[in-house]
T-cell receptor, first 113, second 114 residues
Framework: AQSVTQLDSQVPVFEEAPVELRCNYS??????LFWYVQYPNQGLQLLLKYLSGSTLVKGINGFEAEFNKSQTSFHLRKPSVHISDTAEYFC???????????FGKGTRLHILP | DVKVTQSSRYLVKRTGEKVFLECVQD?????MFWYRQDPGLGLRLIYF???????EKGDIPEGYSVSREKKERFSLILESASTNQTSMYLC?????????????FGQGTRLTVV
């Protein structure tokens, strides 16, 4: 069975500081990896995805994530956050040959002025 | 523009009522999903449909059923609403057979059962 672990439920960070949101997954098959963002009172939207190839993936709004197969991790990073990045971030996997999407429990990013 | 539309943003229902949550997508996607979102628990899959009239249970199907009579519409049914079903419900759709496709989400329905 596949699972996704987001290690931090909440991350406070000062505006213009860097941030890393951690995600680890477990799977017996190869997977595709995603980060979604949910702004207040909205549905989820795709931030970035890893399918294959380069392990560093760039997404929207200056976010990037690095796939590390040996550590089964897919951490999300941004070098300088803005107040508009206040949101909840979800890591997700789609197991190979299966259309189901498995989500982590989410990390709430709080931007401090 | 891609769109997943949930019929209500907010609903208040009484315990024991039969509740229908409707979701429509305009992207001709095969896959549709219903998730429940609760603080600290993330998104939990209730049901998944990969084709018309086809469905599969997710992680928490108890107390729920679904209907997919047309490709674009996926309904979640609470047969007899209970207070522990108070939650945010999110519908999503994706294209089948293309595993790198993203899921598209509706705005969510916040259901309160009193």
């Amino acid at each position: 069975a596949q699972s996704v672990t987001q290690l931090d439920s909440q991350v406070p960070v000062f505006e213009e500081a860097p941030v890393e949101l951690r995600c680890n997954y477990s799977s017996s098959v190869s997977v595709y990896l995603f980060w979604y963002v949910q702004y207040p009172n909205q549905g989820l939207q795709l931030l970035l995805k890893y399918l294959s190839g380069s392990t560093l993936v760039k997404g929207i709004n200056g976010f990037e994530a690095e796939f590390n197969k040996s550590q089964t991790s897919f951490h999300l990073r941004k070098p300088s956050v803005h107040i508009s990045d206040t949101a909840e971030y979800f890591c997700a996997v789609t197991p190979n040959r299966d259309d189901k999407i498995i989500f982590g429990k989410g990390t709430r990013l709080h931007i401090l002025p | 523009d891609v769109k997943v539309t949930q019929s209500s943003r907010y609903l208040v229902k009484r315990t024991g009522e039969k509740v229908f949550l409707e979701c429509v997508q305009d992207m001709d996607h095969e896959n549709m999903f219903w998730y429940r979102q609760d603080p600290g628990l993330g998104l939990r899959l209730i049901y998944f449909s990969y084709d018309v009239k086809m469905k599969e249970k997710g992680d928490i199907p108890e107390g729920y059923s679904v209907s997919r009579e047309k490709k674009e519409r996926f309904s979640l049914i609470l047969e007899s609403a209970s207070t522990n079903q108070t939650s945010m419900y999110l519908c999503a759709s994706s294209q089948s057979g293309i595993l790198d496709t993203e899921a598209f989400f509706g705005q969510g329905t916040r259901l309160t059962v009193v």
